[in-house]
C-alpha cells in the first residue's frame, strides 16, 4: 500500500511525456476522442511500464513479508 504514491507519480510522469508526443497530438488535432486516445494509444505505450513496476511491485511485497 505504501508504494502506490510512487506508481502514481510514475504513471503521472509518463502520461505527461506521451501527451507531448506527435502522434498523440495528431490524434487530437484530428478529433478522436480522449477516451480512443486513452485506451488506444496511451495504454499500448505504458504496457510495459506498467508490468515492470507492478512485477517489482509484487516482488517487494513478498520480500517484506519474509
Request: charged content about 10%; aromatic content about 22%.
Amino acid at each position: 500500500m505504501t508504494s502506490w504514491p510512487g506508481f502514481y507519480k510514475i504513471l503521472s510522469e509518463e502520461f505527461q511525456l506521451i501527451q507531448k508526443k506527435d502522434f498523440y497530438l495528431a490524434g487530437y488535432v484530428l478529433g478522436i476522442s480522449s477516451h480512443r486516445l486513452f485506451f488506444f494509444y496511451f495504454i499500448p505505450q505504458i504496457q510495459v511500464l506498467l508490468n515492470n513496476a507492478i512485477l517489482f511491485f509484487f516482488i517487494s511485497s513478498i520480500i517484506q513479508q519474509t
